[in-house]
């Protein structure tokens, strides 16, 4: 069945630094979704993308869809403590109304 | 504006009991849904999903069941719950091929 893979599994960055977390369907997607999970919280939508090779930009935080519509990433450009929660990518294939999970990326901030 | 309630927030029942866990949904009509499972500091796992009323899909044997009783109505039961049962539930939302909203969750502890 599909699986979605995503790297690193932690990261504990000083405030300021940078951040990126890595995603890898095992298919094609049709589309890829982020979500922030805050600590003792529930998954909240971020965004989704669609399109082979789609960068889109919220603030500081840039998403990207690879070429193959197999692999996504998310960057967050010079971190603040509130970018701290775990980071799930999630994948939908074609015919399918399922979501399937990354295992997500925990970020840490030092202030 | 679409809503999706999920209760209780925190449930501690002993092994051996039965479950009933409730979501409903306000401010849609016909939408997808689904119930997700998540072990301490992990992903999430897909349990079931929803198109419609009566529509049942399983993605994990276990001694979980779900049903769907009214269009923005989502139930997870149990029998008799076991230790590996223990996790937080989140219940969750959607229209077709876009992003998923979440319930608040239930963080159910068996004993």
């Known amino acids: 069945g599909q699986q979605v893979m995503q790297i690193p599994q932690y990261q504990h960055v000083q405030e300021g630094e940078d951040f990126t977390t890595y995603c890898n369907s095992s298919?094609?997607?049709?589309?890829i979704q982020w979500y922030k999970q805050r600590p003792g919280g529930h998954p909240v939508f971020l965004i989704q993308?669609?399109?082979?090779?789609e960068v889109k930009k919220q603030k500081r935080l840039t998403f990207q869809f690879g070429e193959a519509k197999k692999n996504s990433s998310l960057h967050i450009t010079a971190t603040q403590t509130t970018d701290v929660g775990t980071y799930f990518c999630?994948?939908?294939?074609?015919?399918?109304?399922?979501?399937?999970f990354g295992s997500g990326t925990r970020l840490l901030v030092r202030p | 504006s679409q809503t999706i309630h999920q209760w209780p927030a925190t449930l501690v029942q002993p092994v051996g009991s039965p479950l009933s866990l409730e979501c409903t949904v306000e401010?849609?009509?016909?939408?997808?849904l689904y119930w997700y499972r998540q072990a301490a500091g992990r992903g999430l796992q897909l349990l079931f999903y929803?198109?419609?009323?009566?529509?049942i899909s399983s993605e994990v044997p276990q001694n979980l069941s779900a049903s769907r009783p009214q269009d923005r109505q989502f139930i997870l039961s149990s029998k008799k719950l076991l230790l590996s049962d223990s996790g937080f539930y989140l219940c969750?939302?959607?229209?077709?091929?876009?992003?998923?909203?979440f319930g608040s969750g239930t963080r159910l502890t068996v004993v």
């Open positions: 969750a939302w959607s229209v077709l091929y876009y992003g998923y909203t």
């Open positions: 298919t094609t997607l049709s589309n």
């Open positions: 993308l669609v399109k082979s090779g």
């Open positions: 999630a994948g939908q294939g074609d015919s399918s109304y399922k979501l399937i």
């Open positions: 401010g849609t009509s016909n939408p997808n």
């Open positions: 929803s198109v419609g009323i009566g529509q």
